[in-house]
């Protein structure tokens, strides 16, 4: 079965740390890999799309690279307002496999 | 306003029916693929189901394969998810989302979630 596979499941910084999340596909999927944020509580918002193009009206701190399998979300110069779990997902056509999310919290 | 309104979700009873339905405003619907998406509690999300935009492909996640059917009504402006046949195991929040093709079908829209509880 596709997988997609993120890494770690938790993990808590500082304020002003950088954070990286890794996510890998069991196949090579390209470029077609977006992530998403969901906050405690909220619906998901998507964060990033086509692995590095960032949605409009998100921070510039969100970045993300990769193709092939392997891919990564950074979150530099983390901010409170970034606690939320997030999720890498394949999105170019079925299945439209979710990775099992990172929560991220502050320090 | 762009937006995705959810309705439909609530309690029912392992083995009998119950309809999820999304109505979109503020885009050209009948545009775009649609999607479900579902969060047991405390868990992660999971892709249920696809729609094509004029509603002739539809594809399944394997859990709900056989027992839901994803439908459209264009003219209506809306989606629905029929869950047939549930188990408790599909309790969860239920979330529709379109499928940006500009943006490589990425889930661009998100209603605001409904939930369903199946139990007996």
């Known amino acids: 079965d596709f997988q997609m596979t993120q890494s770690p499941s938790s993990l808590s910084a500082s304020v002003g740390d950088t954070v990286t999340i890794t996510c890998r596909a069991s196949?090579?999927?390209?470029?077609?890999l977006a992530w998403y944020q969901q906050k405690p509580g909220k619906v998901p918002q998507l964060l990033i799309y086509?692995?590095?193009t960032l949605q409009s009206g998100v921070p510039s701190r969100f970045s993300g690279s990769g193709s092939g399998t392997d891919f990564t979300l950074t979150i530099s110069n983390l901010q409170p307002e970034d606690v939320a779990t997030y999720y890498c997902?394949?999105?170019?056509?079925?299945?439209?496999?979710f990775g099992g999310g990172t929560r991220v919290e502050i320090k | 306003q762009v937006q995705l309104v959810q309705s439909g979700g609530g309690v029912v009873q392992p083995g009998r029916s119950l309809r999820l339905s999304c109505a979109a405003s503020?885009?050209?619907?009948?545009?775009?693929?649609m999607h479900w998406v579902r969060q047991a509690p405390g868990k992660g999300l999971e892709w249920v189901a696809y729609?094509?935009?004029?509603?002739?492909?539809?594809y399944y996640g394997d859990s709900v394969e056989g027992r839901f059917t994803i439908s459209r009504d264009n003219s209506k402006n809306m989606l629905y998810l029929q869950m047939n046949s549930p188990r408790p195991a599909d309790t969860a929040v239920y979330y529709c989302?379109?499928?940006?093709?500009?943006?490589?079908?990425?889930?661009?829209?998100w209603g605001q979630g409904t939930m369903v509880i199946v139990s007996s």
């Open positions: 086509t692995s590095s």
């Open positions: 997902q394949y999105h170019k056509s079925a299945p439209f496999t």
């Open positions: 196949l090579g999927i390209s470029d077609n």
């Open positions: 729609i094509r935009y004029d509603g002739r492909d539809k």
């Open positions: 503020g885009f050209i619907f009948s545009n775009y693929a």
């Open positions: 989302a379109n499928g940006e093709g500009l943006k490589g079908g990425a889930f661009d829209i």
